[in-house]
């Protein structure tokens, strides 16, 4: 008896530590809802405009407004959202909910209003980065790298890690980190990445750093070479869509 007491109490400090474990995890993450829209013909600049229109309302309704990239280059979305959420239980509320209800009454929201605006849409709720970063990320950028993946079955977990080696290996060249978001659930993005820079100049300023040194990063980084890192990424995911974007002005 004493024994099975015993085992008891190991297995209830066990699960105690999973369990706090996971829910530190939970704090660490940050809940978004990213949506891809591409305008109806001629009507990206309304779009905008709504878009625009809408935060004075999420403001109002307690809610963080969206975070917006326009597409320059690359795949076919004209606009990204970035709507920071926390966490479904924070945002799902009654009084969050009657709020939002409230300061959208008879507002032009995107959701209705938007309709006649939009060709093609996408959304995808994704863990990420604490807000906080990311906005001082965007106050001082106003150029974007974005990278939108599909993993290969059984290789999520690698692709996150990858994903990591590679800020790692800028952090050693002084380069921007990119901001990693994995997804919880929604469109069929595995992860994407957001990379924040000044401008077109300063994302192209990694041509100009030393064949050495970037051997040296990608080493220190676990890469077996700098030119073995987009052959490595290539071995963990199905698909893979660049985008360049600018700043919403």
């Not at 190991?10 to 699960?15: E, I, K, L």
């Not at 309704?61 to 320059?72: C, F, N, T, V």
Request: proline content about 4%; charged content about 25%; overall charge positive.
């Amino acid at each position: 008896m004493m024994r099975t007491r015993r085992i008891l109490r190991a297995m209830t400090a066990v699960v105690a530590l999973l369990s706090s474990g996971a829910a530190a995890a939970q704090e660490t993450r940050t809940l978004y809802r990213a949506t891809l829209v591409q305008a109806a013909p001629g009507r990206l600049l309304d779009l905008i405009a709504l878009c625009k229109s809408k935060e004075k309302s999420d403001v109002k309704a307690g809610d963080e407004p969206s975070l917006m990239i326009r597409h320059s280059q690359g795949d076919k979305w004209d606009l990204l959202l970035l709507a920071p959420m926390g966490s479904y239980a924070e945002y799902y509320t009654p009084n969050r909910i009657a709020l939002r209800e409230d300061s959208y009454r008879g507002a032009r929201t995107l959701s209705a209003a938007a309709n006649p605006l939009i060709a093609w849409q996408e959304d995808v709720f994704v863990y990420g980065p604490p807000l906080d970063e990311l906005k001082t990320a965007f106050v001082k950028g106003a150029f974007y790298h974005v990278e939108m993946m599909q993993a290969l079955p059984g290789r999520l977990s690698s692709l996150r890690k990858e994903r990591e080696m590679e800020n790692e290996y800028s952090k050693k060249l002084d380069r921007p980190q990119n901001f990693i978001f994995v997804r919880d659930q929604g469109a069929a993005w595995d992860l994407f990445t957001i990379g924040v820079y000044r401008d077109l100049k300063h994302y192209a300023e990694s041509a100009d750093i030393p064949v050495k040194l970037q051997e040296e990063a990608a080493k220190l980084a676990g890469f077996e070479s700098a030119s073995a890192i987009g052959p490595y990424l290539r071995t963990l995911i199905r698909t893979h869509h660049d985008t360049l974007g600018v700043a919403v002005k």
